[in-house]
């Protein structure tokens, strides 16, 4: 083990080495593009992805409820009725959740 230490020694004692060590610590670790920030980034960029995924389809089934809307009278009533809680002046709603 001491004969490989000393070798290994040796070997990063040797200026070029250690000065490619010390570049590749600080681009790896400490600079802007280091590994983690990369990492971190590349993470965030596959959420909002998804979340852009959620949103198209969300905007999908919206266009699909509005041209099922678009000139039926009866169903702008209905969706009226049940997503907004939308009443006529002389009933009362009463409202049951689960």
């Given at each position: 083990?001491?004969?490989?230490?000393?070798a290994l020694w040796?070997?990063?004692?040797?200026k070029?080495?250690?000065?490619t060590?010390?570049f590749?610590?600080?681009?790896f670790?400490?600079?802007e593009?280091?590994?983690?920030?990369?990492h971190n980034?590349?993470?965030?960029v596959?959420?909002?992805?998804?979340?852009?995924?959620?949103?198209?389809t969300g905007i999908?089934?919206?266009?699909?409820a509005a041209?099922?809307?678009?000139?039926n009278?009866d169903?702008?009533?209905?969706?009226?009725?049940e997503h907004?809680y939308m009443?006529r002046?002389?009933?009362?709603i009463?409202?049951?959740?689960?």
């Amino acid at each position: 083990m001491k004969k490989y230490l000393k070798a290994l020694w040796r070997i990063v004692k040797n200026k070029y080495v250690a000065a490619t060590l010390i570049f590749a610590l600080v681009y790896f670790f400490l600079s802007e593009n280091s590994i983690m920030v990369t990492h971190n980034l590349n993470r965030e960029v596959s959420e909002l992805k998804k979340e852009a995924r959620l949103i198209r389809t969300g905007i999908e089934q919206d266009s699909i409820a509005a041209v099922s809307l678009f000139g039926n009278l009866d169903a702008i009533e209905t969706y009226g009725r049940e997503h907004y809680y939308m009443k006529r002046p002389n009933e009362d709603i009463f409202i049951i959740k689960d």
